[in-house]
Nanobody, 117 residues
Framework: QVQLQETGPGLVKPSQTLSLTCTVS??????????STWIRQPPGKGLEWIGH???????YYSSSLKSRTSISRDTSKNQFTLQLSSVTPEDTAVYYC?????????WGQGTQVTVSS
């Protein structure tokens, strides 16, 4: 059974960099055709796809967040990390990591990140 767990600070100050890590157990993030993805949901809004890193290490980002986003991974720990720079209060959201291929997907429980001074 594949399980995901997001970790990171719950409070980030404006202009700083938000950094979250997703630890994957029961599955490998290096399998081609599998994608390790970050999604967020701001309060009162719908889900927003942020970007992903594929099994080969290729990355792809939302066009609206691309200039501020970096997704990397540590294959020795089976973890992938989101960094979102120059955050503003509009980046306040529940952040989810997901792992998926084809019609199959599994998500972490999500972690609340608030941007406030």
């Amino acid at each position: 059974q594949v399980q995901l767990q997001e970790t990171g600070p719950g409070l980030v100050k404006p202009s700083q960099t938000l950094s979250l890590t997703c630890t994957v157990s029961g599955g490998s993030i290096t399998i081609n055709g599998y994608y390790s993805t970050w999604i967020r949901q701001p309060p009162g809004k719908g889900l927003e796809w942020i970007g992903h890193i594929g099994g080969s290490g290729n990355t792809y980002y939302s066009s609206s967040l691309k200039s501020r986003t970096s997704i990397s991974r540590d294959t020795s720990k089976n973890q992938f990390t989101l960094q979102l720079s120059s955050v503003t209060p509009e980046d306040t959201a529940v952040y989810y990591c997901a792992y998926h291929t084809g019609n199959w997907q599994t998500w972490g429980q999500g972690t609340q990140v608030t941007v406030s001074s």
